[in-house]
């Protein structure tokens, strides 16, 4: 007996259905299907045809795809017995529970007493798709691999699109062609990682950020993933998504995936970026004050890295707050004896010797500027050389003999004694000081991946945000090294790279915007000369680029020129002007025809308004800059478009181009379509436009 299922929103279908009771499988995904569709037809149309050297008849690419189905692909679930015995499941149809906008799928093997459940739900103004796979078992067994629901890929796309990276260099998109055989992609860093983000997008033929079919996923999980995208020899193809192999270290009796978050596009990679964006921002983040608009942030690392001083630090807090800053952050050395990075982690308690009565003074004065105070921790870390683990050694996570990573171990966050002792310690340090923000860091890799680490962390946060209730969290790990959806449900803002240099950070906050709001994306004006890759930009450019994310300072403003300190001031003044309606604006990015140019289109919720930032990120083949198309506006209407920032044309842009002296009013159609001149410009700029619907 057929049955079928389908779940919709206003701009996409997905349909499963089985025969006799099998596991079920996605037989449709796509643009929006009629209402009086018939599923029964749809699924007997989905099949495809059996030739010389096959099987008879082609096994289901299921939910879970089973080996015992003579599935020859990669297997959805891999386990064993408590004994070490493989397992074989066969699961069968139990129940369906369907709900608006929700369906759960539960099958049954009752030989080797398994129950396994897919759930689905689809959220009908993000159009983003929620699913994540349960197995339940009678006894404990050992878990190797078990897949969030399966979904298909596309047979109209040529290639997929994965995010790898590094530290100071996150968010790298690779392209990679669909090929018989599998783009198989694992961390086993034990967190979410500079070096595989858990995201995949596979656009279809002809697809660009503006345009084309498209369709994206992210795995939300903080404790290292594996990606299986197989085509297999019928040509069909899979997406798998899951928890790194074999990082269920105790045999258990249930087990469940992160959620798979997915979604279809029929508008491009801007669609998915959107739908990313939307969904995050208000469907997973749970915000402290859901209505104070983003804080400018100051953080000193970069002022004074571990040498803490209390008139120094006053010093710069007047500068700061005289800048614009909202919100200043005291980073890593005000604790134990951290005079540097080889000791005291761990050992939270206010060092007496540069805070002799406390965070009090400090914070007193930076309250008196009219700044809120954050403070920085790295909970789970811990160094050999600290009070702390000289009294608990086995409270570290791996063997004595590892090695260490910026001379720290990790703590087993598994135990609840560890976890205990954290909470007590940083609950004190909050509730003894006014502080409504933490940076919370995690600055090396595990030493052998643990799902139960993560577990563990995200136990202590959530208690801690229990406690106090009202303050943020942002999660930092060597800049973007933890970012991922199950680590924005209890944080509230990411660190997306160490590198503050602003040319490195034009091009990864383009790519992270296909995953990733303005609201939680924090972005800081370095220094003059940036501290990680020794490039020396100007204060326009490095303004600039902050402004086009969650805003702040993390340069001493003790070296800022007078003429810097005025620019830096009128940027801040023109974001927190703007910020209310860019927290909720959409960031598309531009099909720009100049590979040196890198420019995206700020639209605010209605469309009334927009920004668009085009940063010049190298020297163009051509001489002159080539036309920016915009998207997403209204064709017949018409929009007032002015460069905010003519003044910032040199010597060498000699024409007289109407945008350098005056707004111009102009059609939807032509902006889409013809697109903005732009004046020429030198490498490592930034063009800043606005435009207003009239």
């Not at 973007?480 to 660190?495: K, Q």
């Not at 020396?536 to 490095?542: E, G, N, Q, S, Y």
């Not at 010049?616 to 002159?624: D, G, H, L, W, Y």
Request: charged share 20%; net charge negative.
């Amino acid at each position: 007996m057929i049955q079928c299922w389908r779940l919709d929103d206003g701009r996409q279908t997905l349909v499963l259905g089985s025969n006799r009771g099998h596991l079920a499988e996605v037989v449709y995904w796509g643009p929006r299907l009629p209402d009086d569709e018939d599923l029964t037809t749809l699924y007997q149309a989905h099949a495809i045809d059996v030739t010389g050297g096959m099987l008879d008849a082609n096994p289901e690419l299921s939910l879970c795809p089973e080996a015992t189905r003579t599935f020859s692909g990669q297997p959805g679930l891999i386990l064993r017995a408590k004994d070490g015995t493989p397992l074989l499941p066969k699961f069968c149809f139990a129940r369906a529970d369907v709900g608006k906008d929700t369906l759960v799928l539960v099958y049954t093997d009752t030989a080797n007493g398994l129950t396994y459940t897919a759930s689905f739900g689809i959220n009908a103004r993000t159009h983003v798709i929620s699913s994540r796979a349960t197995l339940e078992t009678a006894e404990p067994v050992h878990l190797h691999w078990l897949s969030a629901p399966v979904f298909p890929g596309p047979q109209k796309s040529d290639e997929m699109i994965d995010v790898s990276g590094r530290w100071c260099g996150e968010f790298q998109l690779n392209r990679t062609p669909w090929a018989p055989g599998m783009r198989y992609r694992e961390n086993r860093t034990g967190r979410t990682g500079h070096e595989h983000f858990p995201g995949l997008i596979v656009p279809c033929r002809g697809a660009t950020n503006a345009q084309g079919h498209a369709y994206a996923f992210h795995y939300g999980w903080s404790g290292g993933h594996r990606m299986v995208a197989e085509e297999l020899p019928d040509g069909r193809r899979q997406i798998q998504f899951g928890h790194s192999a074999r990082i269920e270290v105790d045999p258990q009796t249930r087990f469940q995936t992160a959620p798979l978050y997915a979604m279809f596009s029929d508008d491009g990679i801007n669609g998915c970026a959107v739908a990313f964006q939307r969904h995050l921002r208000d469907e997973i983040v749970q915000w402290p004050q859901p209505d104070r608009p983003r804080p400018v942030h100051y953080n000193c690392w970069e002022a004074v890295y571990f040498d803490h001083n209390l008139p120094a630090l006053k010093d710069i807090a007047d500068r700061a707050a005289a800048l614009g800053a909202e919100r200043f952050v005291l980073d890593d050395g005000w604790f134990g004896n951290r005079d540097d990075d080889t000791q005291a982690l761990s050992d939270w308690q206010v060092d007496p010797r540069k805070y002799p009565d406390g965070l009090t003074p400090l914070i007193d004065h930076i309250h008196q500027l009219g700044m809120t105070f954050g403070i920085w921790f790295e909970p789970e870390m811990i160094n050999p050389n600290s009070d702390v683990f000289r009294a608990n050694p086995h409270w570290a996570l791996g063997g004595e003999d590892q090695i260490l990573g910026r001379q720290q171990m990790a703590l087993n966050m598994a135990l609840p004694e560890v976890r205990d002792f954290l909470f007590d310690r940083m609950s004190k340090v909050l509730s003894d000081n006014a502080i409504e923000y933490i940076k919370w860091d995690h600055n090396r890799v595990l030493p052998t991946p643990d799902a139960a680490q993560t577990r563990g962390s995200y136990a202590l946060i959530d208690r801690l945000r229990a406690a106090f209730p009202k303050v943020e969290i942002e999660s930092c790990a060597s800049g973007g090294a933890r970012i991922d959806f199950g680590i924005l449900s209890r944080t509230h803002r990411v660190w997306l790279s160490d590198s503050n240099d602003a040319l490195e950070r034009l091009r990864m906050q383009h790519n992270a915007a296909i995953f990733l709001p303005m609201a939680v994306t924090g972005s800081h004006v370095g220094p003059r000369k940036c501290h990680t890759s020794g490039r020396t930009l100007d204060i326009r450019f490095r303004a600039w680029v902050a402004a086009q994310r969650h805003m702040g300072f993390e340069m001493d403003p003790r070296e800022l020129t007078e003429e810097e300190t005025s620019v830096l001031k009128h940027v801040t003044g023109w974001w927190k002007a703007n910020r209310s309606w860019m927290y909720r604006a959409d960031i598309l990015r531009l099909d720009s025809p100049d590979p040196a140019v890198i420019a995206e289109q700020q639209l605010a919720e209605g469309g009334g308004n927009f920004v668009v930032f085009a940063g010049k990120a190298a020297t163009s083949s051509q001489i002159a800059p080539r036309p920016l198309t915009l998207t997403r506006l209204t064709p017949d209407a018409k929009y007032r478009v002015e460069l905010i920032n003519r003044g910032d044309a040199g010597p060498l842009s000699r024409g007289d181009q109407a945008l350098k002296s005056d707004p111009l009013v102009l059609s939807g159609a032509y902006l889409m379509n013809h697109g903005l001149t732009l004046p020429w410009s030198f490498p490592e700029s930034m063009w800043v436009i606005e435009g207003t619907l009239i």
